[in-house]
């Protein structure tokens, strides 16, 4: 399955009404992961809270306005210097989060 990113051991998973949910074993560490997200990474809280954010900001640039989704991630991916392949929000540190919402201001 999947590792936590912070101490490097397996996530515990368990099956949800949601689907399977990893949580690392290690008390007080807040990573998790959904396993039928195949396009988001194991993260903690504050990297949870920076996904969030940044797409709350990306996703208004496509949902609400005259640009089109696949064009605007095209855009980020050349922006933050990635494949189209690798553009996806749920994978992203904090710093990149950081990086989307700049895009998204600058755009």
């Known amino acids: 399955m999947s590792k936590c990113p912070v101490h490097s051991i ?3 998973y368990n ?4 689907g399977p949910r990893g949580e690392c074993p290690r008390p007080g560490c807040t990573v998790v992961h ?13 990297t949870r809270v920076a996904r969030v954010q940044a797409h709350k900001v990306f996703d208004k640039l ?3 306005g005259p640009r089109r989704r696949n064009s605007c991630y095209q855009k ?4 933050l210097r990635l494949s189209k ?8 540190d ?8 700049e ?4 755009l």
């Open 94 to 101: 904090i710093e990149q989060c950081k990086a989307v919402i």
């Open 76 to 79: 980020l991916a050349n922006y």
């Open 62 to 64: 496509w949902k609400h």
């Open 34 to 46: 959904w396993s039928n997200d195949k396009t988001a990474s194991p993260a903690d809280f504050d």
């Open 85 to 92: 392949k690798e553009t996806h929000i749920g994978r992203f």
């Open 15 to 18: 099956q949800t009404q949601y």
């Open 103 to 106: 895009f998204a201001k600058e």
């Open 10 to 12: 397996e996530l515990h």
